[in-house]
C-alpha cells in the first residue's frame, strides 16, 4: 500500500517535524518521505481529512476484551476494530478472560485471534493462576511467549509475600509487575466513593485509605526487592503524593490513570445509575484536581480507557448489584480533550509504551508507520450512535467531548471510523 497523507499537523515531541504541517508518504509499511507538498509520481492513494493531526500510534494499557469465554461482551476481532476506529493502534490486553490468561497457551490463543488486525494486540498475564492470588501462574513461559506484564486485573495481592517473590523472580528476565492496590478489607461492601455524595444516597462507601494503605505496602515491597511495578488507575489526591515520593527516591515505579477518574467525579452517582460503577470508584473533585496535576507534573505516566465490557444483564440493574466497569475507548480522545493539553494527551497515549517494553515510532522518514490520525477541533455530545463496541456500558453517554480521532495506519493498513 502506498498513500500520501496531506496537509497533516505532526504532533510528536521526538520527531523534528514537531508541530509542522507536512505531507507524509507510506509504502510498504514505512515512512518514506516527510515534507510539503510532496509529489505523487506513481498515482498513489492521498488521504485528506479536515484539520487532520496525526502522530505516533496511541497505546491504551488496559483493555479488556472478554475473549475467550465472554464474547457476549465483545470478542478480540470487534475489540480491535474499536480500538483502531477510536486512534489507538496498540493496546495492552487485561487477562480477565475466562480461562484467565495465566499461562503459555493462553498467551498464544489471543496472540493468534489478534494476527492480521491494523490494532497491535500486546497480552498482560495473570500474576497468579486463575487470577486468585494463591500460587504465582507461569511468568517466564508467559514472557516467552509475548506477556508484556504480570498482573490480575482489578485484584490487590493480599499476600504481601507472594509480590515480594514475583518482584524478584521477574527481575531475571526485565518483567514488569501490575500491582493493583485496594485493600479488600477496608473496601469491605463499599460501592462507592467514601463522602458527601454517598452518605447523602445511602450507598456504602469506600474510603481513599483502601487504595493508599495497599500503595504504600507495594511501595515499601518495592524497596525492599527492587525491579519494576506499575500501579495501575490510581485514584485519589494521596496516590499521586505517594508515586511521586517514590519516584523521588528512585524507586523504578510506574502509574496510570482512567480517562473516566480524569474527567467525572462522583457527583455522577445522583442518579444512581450503574454506568458510573467502576473500580476503583468515581472520587471527588479534588482528587480529580490532583490526578490532573499528577498527569502534568510527570508523576502519573499513562493515561488508559480501562475499557472494560459489561453485558446489558449484569450492568442494568440495581447500583449495589451491578457489576463495575466502562467501556472507553470511542470516548478516551474527545473526553481527554476536555481537560488537558493536546500535547500532554498524545505524550501520556504514546511515549510509556516503552513501560510495557513496546517500541515507539517516532514520525521520521524510514520508521515503522506507526500513525495515529485526529482532529483536535469541534464539539460533540457522546451518543449510543458514537459506541462502537458491542456492550454499552459507557460512562460518557450524554457527555461534551471536543475534537475527535479519525482512526489509525498501522501494520501497512489504513482503518478510519
Not at 142 to 157: P, Q, T
Not at 380 to 390: A, D
Given at each position: 500500500?502506498?498513500?500520501?497523507?496531506?496537509?497533516?499537523?505532526?504532533?510528536?515531541?521526538?520527531?523534528?517535524?514537531?508541530?509542522?504541517?507536512?505531507?507524509?508518504?507510506?509504502?510498504?509499511?514505512?515512512?518514506?518521505?516527510?515534507?510539503?507538498?510532496?509529489?505523487?509520481?506513481?498515482?498513489?492513494?492521498?488521504?485528506?481529512?479536515?484539520?487532520?493531526?496525526?502522530?505516533?500510534?496511541?497505546?491504551?494499557?488496559?483493555?479488556?476484551?472478554?475473549?475467550?469465554?465472554?464474547?457476549?461482551?465483545?470478542?478480540?476481532?470487534?475489540?480491535?476494530?474499536?480500538?483502531?476506529?477510536?486512534?489507538?493502534?496498540?493496546?495492552?490486553?487485561?487477562?480477565?478472560?475466562?480461562?484467565?490468561?495465566?499461562?503459555?497457551?493462553?498467551?498464544?490463543?489471543?496472540?493468534?485471534?489478534?494476527?492480521?488486525?491494523?490494532?497491535?494486540?500486546?497480552?498482560?498475564?495473570?500474576?497468579?493462576?486463575?487470577?486468585?492470588?494463591?500460587?504465582?501462574?507461569?511468568?517466564?513461559?508467559?514472557?516467552?511467549?509475548?506477556?508484556?506484564?504480570?498482573?490480575?486485573?482489578?485484584?490487590?495481592?493480599?499476600?504481601?509475600?507472594?509480590?515480594?517473590?514475583?518482584?524478584?523472580?521477574?527481575?531475571?528476565?526485565?518483567?514488569?509487575?501490575?500491582?493493583?492496590?485496594?485493600?479488600?478489607?477496608?473496601?469491605?461492601?463499599?460501592?462507592?466513593?467514601?463522602?458527601?455524595?454517598?452518605?447523602?444516597?445511602?450507598?456504602?462507601?469506600?474510603?481513599?485509605?483502601?487504595?493508599?494503605?495497599?500503595?504504600?505496602?507495594?511501595?515499601?515491597?518495592?524497596?525492599?526487592?527492587?525491579?519494576?511495578?506499575?500501579?495501575?488507575?490510581?485514584?485519589?489526591?494521596?496516590?499521586?503524593?505517594?508515586?511521586?515520593?517514590?519516584?523521588?527516591?528512585?524507586?523504578?515505579?510506574?502509574?496510570?490513570?482512567?480517562?473516566?477518574?480524569?474527567?467525572?467525579?462522583?457527583?455522577?452517582?445522583?442518579?444512581?445509575?450503574?454506568?458510573?460503577?467502576v473500580t476503583p470508584p468515581l472520587?471527588?473533585?479534588?482528587?480529580?484536581?490532583?490526578?490532573?496535576?499528577?498527569?502534568?507534573?510527570?508523576?502519573?505516566?499513562?493515561?488508559?480507557?480501562?475499557?472494560?465490557?459489561?453485558?446489558?444483564?449484569?450492568?442494568?440493574?440495581?447500583?449495589?448489584?451491578?457489576?463495575?466497569?466502562?467501556?472507553?475507548?470511542?470516548?478516551?480522545?474527545?473526553?481527554?480533550?476536555?481537560?488537558?493539553?493536546?500535547?500532554?494527551?498524545?505524550?501520556?497515549?504514546?511515549?510509556?509504551?516503552?513501560?510495557?517494553?513496546?517500541?515507539?515510532?517516532?514520525?521520521?522518514?524510514?520508521?515503522?508507520?506507526?500513525?495515529?490520525?485526529?482532529?483536535?477541533?469541534?464539539?460533540?455530545?457522546?451518543?449510543?450512535?458514537?459506541?462502537?463496541?458491542?456492550?454499552?456500558?459507557?460512562?460518557?453517554?450524554?457527555?461534551?467531548?471536543?475534537?475527535?480521532?479519525y482512526g489509525i495506519l498501522n501494520?501497512?493498513?489504513?482503518?478510519?471510523?
Amino acid at each position: 500500500m502506498k498513500i500520501i497523507i496531506r496537509n497533516a499537523k505532526i504532533i510528536d515531541s521526538n520527531s523534528s517535524f514537531h508541530n509542522q504541517t507536512v505531507d507524509v508518504l507510506v509504502a510498504d509499511g514505512f515512512v518514506k518521505k516527510i515534507g510539503t507538498s510532496l509529489l505523487n509520481t506513481d498515482n498513489s492513494e492521498e488521504l485528506k481529512l479536515e484539520n487532520l493531526h496525526i502522530s505516533q500510534g496511541w497505546f491504551d494499557s488496559s483493555v479488556s476484551l472478554g475473549e475467550p469465554g465472554f464474547e457476549d461482551r465483545e470478542t478480540i476481532a470487534n475489540g480491535l476494530d474499536v480500538a483502531a476506529k477510536s486512534g489507538f493502534a496498540a493496546i495492552a490486553l487485561q487477562p480477565n478472560s475466562l480461562p484467565v490468561i495465566d499461562n503459555q497457551s493462553q498467551v498464544n490463543f489471543v496472540k493468534n485471534k489478534a494476527n492480521g488486525f491494523a490494532t497491535q494486540l500486546f497480552p498482560i498475564g495473570a500474576l497468579t493462576k486463575e487470577s486468585e492470588g494463591k500460587d504465582m501462574a507461569e511468568l517466564f513461559d508467559m514472557k516467552n511467549s509475548g506477556a508484556v506484564a504480570f498482573g490480575d486485573y482489578a485484584k490487590s495481592l493480599d499476600n504481601a509475600n507472594l509480590l515480594k517473590i514475583a518482584l524478584q523472580y521477574v527481575q531475571d528476565f526485565d518483567g514488569l509487575v501490575i500491582a493493583f492496590a485496594q485493600d479488600d478489607k477496608i473496601k469491605g461492601s463499599g460501592v462507592a466513593n467514601e463522602g458527601v455524595v454517598a452518605t447523602r444516597l445511602g450507598l456504602k462507601g469506600i474510603p481513599d485509605l483502601a487504595e493508599e494503605i495497599q500503595i504504600v505496602r507495594n511501595l515499601f515491597l518495592l524497596e525492599y526487592t527492587g525491579g519494576k511495578m506499575h500501579i495501575p488507575t490510581i485514584s485519589t489526591a494521596k496516590s499521586v503524593q505517594l508515586i511521586k515520593e517514590a519516584k523521588a527516591k528512585g524507586l523504578n515505579v510506574t502509574c496510570s490513570a482512567t480517562v473516566h477518574h480524569l474527567v467525572l467525579t462522583d457527583d455522577k452517582l445522583e442518579s444512581f445509575d450503574s454506568r458510573y460503577k467502576v473500580t476503583p470508584p468515581l472520587r471527588t473533585e479534588i482528587d480529580r484536581q490532583a490526578l490532573i496535576n499528577g498527569v502534568l507534573d510527570g508523576t502519573i505516566d499513562l493515561i488508559t480507557s480501562d475499557h472494560n465490557p459489561i453485558d446489558i444483564e449484569h450492568k442494568k440493574m440495581e447500583f449495589d448489584l451491578a457489576k463495575n466497569g466502562t467501556i472507553g475507548l470511542e470516548s478516551a480522545f474527545g473526553a481527554l480533550m476536555t481537560v488537558l493539553p493536546l500535547e500532554t494527551i498524545i505524550e501520556k497515549l504514546t511515549l510509556g509504551k516503552s513501560i510495557f517494553s513496546i517500541p515507539n515510532n517516532s514520525l521520521a522518514e524510514g520508521e515503522i508507520a506507526n500513525i495515529t490520525l485526529f482532529n483536535p477541533e469541534g464539539n460533540s455530545v457522546f451518543t449510543k450512535e458514537n459506541i462502537l463496541s458491542k456492550s454499552k456500558n459507557s460512562a460518557f453517554l450524554g457527555t461534551n467531548l471536543k475534537g475527535k480521532a479519525y482512526g489509525i495506519l498501522n501494520q501497512g493498513k489504513l482503518i478510519l471510523g
